[in-house]
């Protein structure tokens, strides 16, 4: 609920400005009267709050899928401009960090990957069509099987569904699944 919450404010102040615009342009087409007033005040404020809803409800549906996929737990802090999360590999494995580095890298999506040592690499990654990308890197915990995903915007990317907002978090289950791995349960 607490997700659906902030994507619908998130949608309401991405679309308001849009639909303050239409209004003023009608009210510049019909005439400036208080009857207009009165009936532009009835009706945009729940047209924003119906379309919002909408909007909002899509973007949750969209991240809830894209979260399942990738077996990462779906909160509130999904919206987030930095996501990081504790990841293992699907199949652990001697080898399991090379894998993982080699399907990294392997990507469409990722470009600029840069190692730094053995336990740690540097990424952009694209979560859209397009040049945006998000800053990320990884770092691997051998004794544990652990990998350490952290992962930023940096370019203001458009978000899911419209909303400027959910890229971060679109990479972070993107990358997992290109990368074979996947969330670690809470516990």
Known sequence: MKLLTACWCAAAARYAPMVLALTVIDFVADGFTWDSVREAAAVVPPVLAVVSLGAAAFAVRSLRGRARAAGIALSAGALDDRQTHVLRPVRLSDGWQEQVREELMASERSFLVAEKGREEIHFRWRPWRG????????????????????VRDGEGLRGVVGLGKGSVFTAVCQIAGAAGLEGVPAV
């Open 131 to 150: 040049e945006p990308s998000v800053w990320g890197s990884m770092s691997f915990d051998a004794p544990s099987g652990g990998v350490v995903l952290d």
